[in-house]
């Protein structure tokens, strides 16, 4: 695979996603499957009810459009495609049940717990019947040396999975920071597997290009949200592509939004907790967090948008050294 295929997967996804959104929108409008907006929410995200959700499907169906070309014969980029559509219907499923439930309840935490759990099992296992799979991960900022988990990789990467996943679904509650932020490490990781592994290469672009033509509607202010639908398959498509470049590690760094979004939620539980209802921050995620400091949400996402870009620099040191 070359770096010119990359971009042609790039270009027809985003032309396939600003094709289907004014096509889709509409639709989602008609079906009414809009968006339950949670009252203990800031004041300013109430006028956001009812704003089409589910613009997910959107994001997959020209991902899909795009790799597709690009996986005959590319069983490594199957394998990613075919997990970022299954948790994109962990996240359909969720999204459904909101709706027909007309509030912010969807699949129970044990029901979506179970299905990602499973989705990620499968992914493994299939995983290792294919040439290359390996237990070796890379270590960041040190080139020359590589970690083997062994027995421990495919629970390992189970974990993965559902940090990445519910790292990207936390993420996704302003216009747009999903699925700029994602964008940014779809480019990280098309461009570390253009030196690792080009099979994965048109499969990040495609990402790339479905993200890039998805902002042209979910930037603020957004004409439709993706949904569980969008970020759960978002989070499902980061940890493959970086677990089967042996990279799961870098997400740390890269994906660090990811990390704090999540990270502030359990800090803020475990604290509301432990000091009988006292809260670490103002709001999580995080993100909240600064809207209610008075940023707006428009500088809220930019600020994300940096942070991600100088950690996908930092990522790029982490890759080659010091």
């Known amino acids: 695979m070359s770096l010119n295929e990359a971009i042609y997967a790039v270009l027809i996804a985003f032309i396939a996603n600003i094709v289907l959104c004014p096509i889709m929108i509409p639709s989602l409008v008609k079906l009414k499957f809009g968006q339950y907006i949670r009252g203990d929410g800031p004041e300013r995200h109430k006028a956001k009810s009812g704003t089409p959700t589910m613009g997910g499907i959107m994001i997959i169906v020209s991902f899909l459009a795009a790799s597709a070309i690009f996986l005959p014969g590319n069983p490594q980029g199957l394998a990613i ?70 027995v421990f990789f495919p629970a390992f990467a189970v974990m993965i999975f559902l940090s990445g996943s519910n790292g990207a679904n936390l993420t996704d509650g302003l216009d747009g920071l999903a699925a700029g932020v994602t964008a940014i490490i779809a480019v990280f990781f098309g461009l570390a597997a253009w030196a690792l592994n080009p099979e994965i290469l048109p499969v990040a672009g495609a990402a ?44 740390v760094i890269v994906a660090i939004v990811y990390v704090a979004e999540a990270g502030s939620v359990i800090i803020q539980v475990v604290y509301f907790k432990a000091t009988g209802g006292k809260r670490f921050f103002k709001m999580a995620p995080i993100h909240h967090s600064f809207e209610l400091s008075g940023w707006p949400e428009t500088k809220v996402v930019a600020f994300f948008y940096v942070v991600t870009a100088l950690a996908a620099l930092v990522g790029y040191l982490a890759i080659v050294g010091f």
């Open 81 to 150: 495609v075919g997990v970022t559509v299954a948790f994109g219907l962990i996240g359909f499923a969720d999204d459904f049940l909101k709706i027909a439930k007309k509030q912010n309840l969807g699949l129970r935490a044990w029901q979506k717990f179970s299905a990602q759990v499973l989705v990620s099992v499968v992914f493994v296992l299939i995983w290792r019947t294919m040439p290359g799979y390996s237990t070796e991960i890379l270590v960041p900022f040190m080139p020359e040396m590589t970690l083997d988990l062994g």
């Open 208 to 251: 790339v290009g479905a993200l890039l033509g998805f902002l042209l509607f979910n930037s603020h202010p957004a004409r439709v949200f993706m949904g569980d639908t969008g970020s759960l398959a978002l989070g499902g498509f980061v940890a493959a592509t970086a677990l089967m470049l042996g990279m799961p590690l870098f997400l």
